[in-house]
């Protein structure tokens, strides 16, 4: 299923499409329908399955949708870690960037300063609020944070939240909240705890478990911890290595896959590509020579991960990291069919590898380490990637952006 299939508000669709989603996962095809029906939703869903789209996207689209105060606090998603607010954050302000959607991440160890920001968003009203249990009991307690206009309540990894002792917590916080209102329940795991809560704050909710999808055993994994301008050299290396006759390279953004594609066609690679903006009877006749072998390489968006069968793939290239779990699994289950053995290379840069390691926790292993050839230079080091992290100001004014 298509996120355009769910018919979102136009501004939202452009900030989907500018973060290069496609495909909806298995979790953002069974929750956001009864999230947009009004639906309370109890899911067992882990991270790396899509979830924090699957709550954010038709949250969103409701509050553009229906008129709501915007100088109140409409929606709250609460976290047990600041760790998990922040990337809430930063894939809110991806997909609501073309949007009049404001909001704020209230969490703790962040100083007098923050507090103070957080205060006056809290005070004057904000779209949605990402906060840790603690932090936003601190404002509660002050008395300036009105929630009488609350529509949603997100709790994202519930059951952590009960293991680091926030069940009280969480009562109070809802004691503040309005009755009428609808609650989304996200957790891992289903344990008592999360049973006894779900039948507290939920009414009639709609249940899903998502079955995590495992790669195929016979599916050889590794990556490259890489530089950006090392990645392009690096593809034409792997492709000089051997003579295969069926490589499918996947990148994040339909740019990507044009710079790559002209890149290895100068090169005078046997190269297709397969983007958006490609007509469909243009993508028909590239998939018609992959198939046949007269194109032994194809460079291609998401759109190719997910429906559609290719034989005797030998070799998956992501030339970036995929959103999420289900993404990589998708992927490189490209190779490897049938009982057929085949090989998946991702190229991590510094940026993506907290990403990357989401994705080895869902599957529960670690992926092989290559190491870069010497010809390319230096490669990163692990330590990079922390440093590589911008420290982002918590100003919610800034997230306020129209479409240009």
Known sequence: MDFI??????????????????TATPVQEQVIPHIIAGRDIIAAAQTG??????????????????????????????????????????TLEGISYYTSI????????????????????????VDIVICTPGRIISHLNMGYVKMDALRYLILDEADRMLDMGFYEDIIKIISYMPKQRQNLLFSATMPPG????????????????????????????EMFFVYDAQKIPLVKWVLQQKDY?????????????????????????????????????????VLLDFRSKKLKVLVATDILSRGIDIEDIELVINFDVPHDGEDYIHRIGRTARAASKGTAYTFVVPKELHKFDKIEQLMGRQVARQAVPEQFGKAPVPEEATASKPKRKKNYNKFKRKKQ
Request: with cysteine; aromatic share 6%.
């Open 102 to 125: 404001s909001f704020i991440e209230v969490y703790g160890g962040t100083g007098g300063a923050s507090f103070a920001n957080e205060k006056k968003a809290l005070s004057s009203g």
């Open 5 to 22: 299939d769910f018919e979102f508000d136009d501004d939202l669709m452009d900030g989907i499409d500018a973060m290069g989603y496609r």
């Open 245 to 285: 006759n069926s490589v499918l390279i996947f990148c994040s953004s339909k740019q990507s896959v044009k710079q790559l594609y002209e890149e290895l066609r100068r090169s005078k690679f046997p190269v297709g590509q397969i983007q958006s903006d490609l007509e469909q009877e243009q993508r028909e006749q």
């Open 49 to 90: 399955t899509g979830k924090t789209a699957a709550f954010l996207l038709p949250v969103i689209h409701k509050l553009l949708s229906e008129h709501h105060d915007t100088h109140q606090i409409n929606a709250m998603i609460l976290v047990p870690t600041r760790e998990l607010a922040v990337q809430i954050a930063q």
């Open 194 to 221: 999360i049973r006894k809560l779900a039948n507290t704050i939920l009414h009639n909710p709609a249940e899903i478990n998502i079955a995590i999808s495992k790669p195929p055993e016979q599916i050889v994994q």
